[in-house]
């Protein structure tokens, strides 16, 4: 099943605009969230240190369309997979909160608005219709064994870049359920962490819990999100967490994550939205031929760059 928030912003946004408008900015009273993303192949809550980024494999698969796969000698394998955790967090001042709803089942797809917490009273819209701000984003219901519930669509995307900036590999992601899995490391740092009682705790439990209708293919809503001081990750066993690097030549690349790439929801801050590893890819016996795999590569971490898109 998939699951799946430097720099730290703190303020509240504020401007002028109605928030009750479709796709418009919110008031000053409204408290938003941040989405901080973390290095690649960094486990959930990993401040980004290389030695700490652990959560990753090199893994030759024998059929190179398989959203997943066991891994298997090189000499049997057809394609060869650079596979690796993901994680978002959210160290904003307000919760990530998604709804998302369709009018009937002839639908495949559901609309989704965020909603935001209001820093005067603390409420928390409850609803689709009460969701302040219209977004571009959607959600889909993916029927794959591993999944079966409903997935936000182009929330996050990795690629391999090289040293040029030149994009060698991109992903295969079609899509993330959001829900609070982890706390953040510097969570200490942080105001408006939920407490224990209020409308922030309530919604951190259901996010706690999460599974975005899980076996429910008929479901008309969805829910998705991410607290305060919480995080969502992916774990690199998870299918589609890999770049297929069967084909990518020898020499230095910047494996990249970026969430929230469009834009499409609204942040305090969008500078920590890519995090980057610079990392190297040696064949020891050459490279692939076009029936055979001599020899997996060499994958080394170099160095992590957390906050930036690029690292190399």
């Not at 009937?104 to 928390?124: H, N, P």
């Not at 962490?193 to 809503?221: F, K, S, Y």
Request: net charge neutral; with cysteine; hydrophobic share 35%.
């Amino acid at each position: 099943m998939l699951k799946k928030f430097a720099v730290l912003a703190l303020v509240a946004l504020s401007v002028t605009a109605s928030a009750t408008a479709p796709g418009a900015a919110p008031g000053p009273d409204y408290l938003l969230p941040d989405l901080r993303q973390a290095p690649p192949g960094c486990a959930g809550g990993s401040t980004g240190e290389l030695l700490q980024c652990t959560a990753w494999d090199v893994c030759p698969v024998i059929d190179p369309a398989a959203p997943n796969g066991r891994c298997v000698a090189p000499s049997v394998a057809k394609a060869v997979r650079l596979r690796f955790t993901s994680s978002e967090e959210n160290i904003g001042d307000g919760p990530l909160l998604l709804y998302g709803r369709r009018d009937s089942t002839k639908q495949e797809t559901m609309t989704v608005r965020q909603a935001l917490r209001t820093g005067t009273d603390g409420s928390i819209p409850g609803s689709y219709p009460a969701a302040q701000r219209a977004t571009g984003a959607f959600t889909y219901y993916e029927p794959a064994l591993a999944h079966q519930h409903w997935h936000l669509m182009n929330f996050e995307h990795f690629a391999l870049v090289s040293q040029q900036g030149k994009t060698v590999v991109t992903d295969r992601k079609n899509g993330f359920c959001l829900g609070d899995r982890f706390r953040v490391h510097d969570i200490g740092r942080l105001s408006h962490v939920p407490g224990a009682t209020g409308p922030d705790a309530q919604l951190a439990e259901t996010l706690r819990d999460n599974m975005c209708r899980h076996h429910e293919p008929t479901a008309l809503d969805v829910l998705e999100g991410i607290s305060v001081g919480a995080g969502d990750d992916y774990k690199y066993t998870v299918d589609f967490q890999w770049l297929d690097i069967t084909n990518v030549p020898a020499g230095t690349y910047d494996l990249v994550n970026t969430v929230n790439a469009d834009r499409t929801l609204l942040e305090t801050n969008y500078r920590n939205n890519s995090s980057a590893i610079a990392l190297s890819i040696a064949w020891p016996l050459g490279m692939p031929g076009r029936d055979s795999i001599a020899a997996a590569p060499v994958v080394t971490f170099l160095r992590s760059c957390p906050g930036q898109p690029r690292c190399t």
